[in-house]
């Protein structure tokens, strides 16, 4: 960890509240590196169930003042969902376990599990407004893409949840620059890449979401090796993660962004037939192409 960080983890995790610095030149305990160093003001928040911390969420941006109380007043609200999500995903794991005999419990606790799921979702579209909705959308379109190739219950299950829950990882990455209106740079470019990751090590901690981790982790990686975070190719890659990288393009592609408009369907299919067995799988795109040409899929 970065030493700058280390005394603000350790004071969030001793008193369960948020550290706001507002300019990192001005506070005594910010050491600069090369890495972090233009990280201007710094805004780090726990993530708290039943006065228990399961995580903290960090804010940094290149500007002093970014964050003010007024922020943490508004953040702080939204922050608990992620561990009611979690939460309520292992209650779901125990429960069924204990009560496996009792049918109409078992059902009402897996739509709790999927109610959780989709709150979790929602998490990351309310942190970026540009995206509202881009998880669920790519939900419904990998889904039916699993359909159309057959898959079985238990495949199209992980498959949903691993798409609702594809871009969890970026609730770490700073608002500034999720919903920057202007080109990335490359240091900018390298935060957001990390989201894979940090989804991939928040989820794998929940005994029941474990098979579902490696889905999130690869999502960009491509057929060719070119993707990330692992540079996988070909069958390295689970088929999941397969489908959800099609539907994610294609959706994203044809969605407003803030430094962009929405590119019109025809681009998004020329891009997903010209890279069919390059960077994405062929009998995916063929499952995708089919379901739109069958009306299944709408754009």
């Known amino acids: 960890m970065d030493k700058e960080k280390f005394y603000t983890l350790r004071t969030v995790l001793e008193t369960q509240k948020p550290v706001l610095v507002e300019d990192t030149d001005k506070f005594p305990y910010w050491v600069k590196i090369p890495e972090t160093s233009w990280i201007k003001s710094h805004l780090m928040i726990p993530i708290l169930h039943e006065e228990e911390i399961l995580g903290v969420i960090s804010f940094d941006s290149d500007k002093p003042y970014a964050f003010s109380q007024e922020d943490v007043k508004k953040i702080y609200p939204i922050i608990p969902i992620i561990g009611i999500a979690l939460e309520n995903a292992k209650l779901y794991e125990k429960l069924t376990q204990e009560l496996v005999e009792k049918t109409n419990i078992e059902e009402k606790l897996r739509k709790s599990f999927y109610q959780a799921i989709k709150m979790a979702s929602d998490v990351i579209e309310i942190k970026d407004p540009y995206t509202s909705g881009h998880q669920k959308k790519v939900a419904q379109i990998s889904t039916i893409i699993g359909k159309t190739l057959d898959l079985s219950y238990e495949r ?25 209106p202007s080109k990335l740079t490359s240091l900018e470019k390298k935060l957001v890449s990390l989201h894979s990751q940090i989804g991939y090590d928040l989820v794998k901690k929940v005994e029941i979401l474990k098979d579902i981790a490696p889905i999130i982790l690869q999502h960009h990686e491509r057929l060719d090796g070119s993707g990330y975070p692992l540079g996988l190719k070909g069958e390295e890659i689970r088929l999941e993660a397969r489908i959800i990288a099609v539907a994610d393009v294609v959706e994203a592609m044809t969605s407003h962004r803030p430094y962009r408009p929405a590119f019109p369907v025809e681009v998004a299919l020329k891009e997903i037939e010209n890279n069919k067995g390059i960077l994405y799988d062929p009998d995916v795109v063929d499952a995708f192409l089919i379901s739109l040409k069958k009306g299944r899929i709408r754009l």
């Open 156 to 180: 199209i299950r992980a498959l949903t949840i691993g798409a609702l829950l594809h871009d969890i990882g970026k609730i770490a990455i700073p608002s500034e620059i999720l919903n920057k």
